[in-house]
């Protein structure tokens, strides 16, 4: 049996390792789960992974959780080209340095204001007040700010000259609130360029299978929401969009 991903693409660690293999010609079975639907939730996807989150993989009876640790394990299986995790010390530990920051700054930051603008007026039927969605919103600019002046600099990618992990994390991340209509590399020439630089590494049709649920996020209703699951998730919401 060969490797499997459990996969949804409306999550951003999800479209980073279905990036990551694609593009590198890794050859495994996709296993969508549908988080909407409350399929992370069933017994079944609890025998792959017994946090119930995605990404999940499988590689015959071994089974891994956590996006980065899934992204590395297939590096290292199927000895991926260097610049993807260099073996640099250096630039490795530029990698290694983004992938340690994001989580707590673009990642979260971009989820909130994510979150804000399009999910917790669905499943609230109200929007957020305007100076809560101000303030998501600054905080995800000064994130950005950083981005660009600490990891990005003058560089055409992350890690120096080549595409690495670290830019293809980053990447999924800005676009979820982008998707949420949120343009933030409207006045921002360098993170423009980069992306581009980013999508032609890793092919432009592979980031946009990638991206085609998440560009569509608009048209979710709150009736494709597992009805068990609608007011844990209104509460967690709630709760994460609260937290400034």
């Excluded at 980073?16 to 549908?34: D, G, H, Q």
């Excluded at 303030?135 to 981005?147: C, G, S, W, Y």
Aim: with cysteine.
């Amino acid at each position: 049996m060969g490797l499997e991903l459990y996969l949804d693409l409306l999550s951003q660690p999800c479209r980073a390792l279905y990036i990551f293999a694609r593009s590198n010609n890794i050859p495994f079975e996709f296993k969508r789960v549908e988080l909407c639907k409350g399929q992370h939730k069933t017994e079944e996807f609890r025998k792959v992974n017994v946090l119930m989150k995605v990404p999940a993989l499988k590689d015959g009876s071994f089974t891994l959780a956590e996006s980065i640790a899934i992204l590395l394990y297939m590096v290292n299986k199927f000895k991926t080209p260097d610049h993807w995790y260099p073996s640099d010390l250096q630039k490795r530990a530029r990698v290694d340095e983004y992938l340690s920051w994001q989580h707590a700054n673009i990642r979260a930051k971009g989820s909130k204001l994510f979150l804000s603008k399009v999910l917790l007026p669905l499943v609230t039927g109200q929007p957020l007040p305007p100076e809560k969605l101000e303030f998501a919103t600054e905080e995800l600019n000064v994130a950005l700010q950083q981005f660009e002046e600490k990891f990005l600099q003058d560089k055409p990618f992350i890690a120096g000259s080549e595409i690495s992990l670290a830019d293809i994390v980053a990447l999924v991340e800005l676009m979820q609130p982008v998707c949420a209509g949120y343009d933030l590399f409207e006045e921002r020439p360098k993170l423009t360029e980069w992306r581009r630089r980013v999508e032609e590494a890793v092919g432009k049709q592979i980031f946009q299978e990638a991206h085609e649920e998440i560009m569509n996020i608009k048209n979710l209703t709150a009736d494709q929401f597992a009805p068990e699951l609608m007011e844990n998730f209104k509460q967690q919401l709630l709760k994460q969009v609260s937290q400034n």
